[in-house]
């Protein structure tokens, strides 16, 4: 599985990690190995969005056709957990910011 490789020295990022500057919820990111400013790739956003939206998508499905809600609320924040642990294996990074579109 491919994790996140720093541009400048190309330091391979643990999944720990990884988790820990994913949850910060910016899009700048120091390299815990050079410090250098790391930012995620446009690609890489516009994927990990897919990840976010799969468990709500889920979550409409399963309430349109009526599951009971327990399950409902089980399926969706076992997707989120899901969600988040895969993460770390789809995001590249770059050396400098990127538009989103």
Not at 30 to 38: D, R, V, W
Not at 88 to 98: A, N, Q, R
Request: glycine share 2%.
């Amino acid at each position: 599985m491919r994790v996140a490789t720093c541009k400048n020295c190309d330091h391979k990022w643990n999944w720990k990690t990884s988790v820990k500057k994913l949850l910060t919820l910016r899009n700048v990111m120091k390299c815990p190995h050079c410090g250098e400013e790391q930012y995620m790739s446009a690609k890489s956003q516009k994927r990990l969005s897919i990840y976010l939206f799969t468990p709500l998508i889920l979550w409409l499905i399963l309430s349109v056709l009526n599951f009971p809600l327990q399950s409902v609320m089980t399926v969706t924040v076992l997707g989120f957990v899901v969600s988040i642990m895969m993460m770390p294996f789809s995001y590249e990074l770059s050396d400098e910011e990127e538009p989103l579109w």
